[in-house]
């Protein structure tokens, strides 16, 4: 169902694009698409909520961040805001939200191609004391994210892959 609801709404794009990895695409998928719409962040928001067992939720800036908020809610479990870089501010932080020592944390994220950026946050929260056995992401491109991840033991769970919407 969710899959359709991304074809329909036109988060594939295609053409010719840089991803974040840097790696050259024919297509992008276009998650911004589904997070500003209320319908399909709430569709999302409670379809991870009920996979739920940790204690908090963390989303990365900027694009995981509306959907773990949403996630929070409907689960209620406390947010954290794992940042790309540190606030060059006031506490200089790279998390916002409070993790203490051994307490489960599941990463949400948007989209996932390499995992290299989900691997960051990964190890923020490792280094914050948390745990985290699992990210939990909207669309998986199946480009080795999953592998990658299962390397630092972390299980990828995506709601959609890309193969069952490029089509």
Excluded: H, Q, W
Excluded at 69 to 92: C, Q
Aim: net charge positive; hydrophobic share 40%; charged share 35%.
């Amino acid at each position: 169902m969710l899959s359709k609801l991304l074809k329909e709404i036109g988060c594939i794009k295609f053409g010719d694009f840089i991803l974040s990895s840097g790696k050259r695409s024919s297509y992008y998928v276009d998650i911004k698409k589904a997070i500003t719409n209320p319908e399909v962040l709430e569709m999302i928001g409670k379809e991870i909520a009920k996979r739920v067992y940790e204690d908090k939720i963390a989303g990365i800036e900027l694009g995981s961040v509306p959907i773990a908020s949403v996630v929070s809610v409907f689960a209620k479990k406390p947010l954290v805001i794992i940042r790309k870089k540190p606030k060059d501010y006031g506490t200089m932080s790279k998390i916002e939200g409070e993790i203490k020592e051994g307490e489960k944390v599941l990463i949400v994220e948007d989209v996932t191609t390499t995992g290299n950026s989900v691997i960051k946050a990964i190890n923020e929260v490792r280094e914050a004391g948390g745990i985290v056995e699992r990210v939990i992401v909207v669309v998986d491109r199946e480009e080795g994210a999953e592998e990658n991840l299962k390397k630092i033991g972390v299980k990828l769970e995506p709601l959609v892959r890309v193969s069952e919407i490029k089509d």
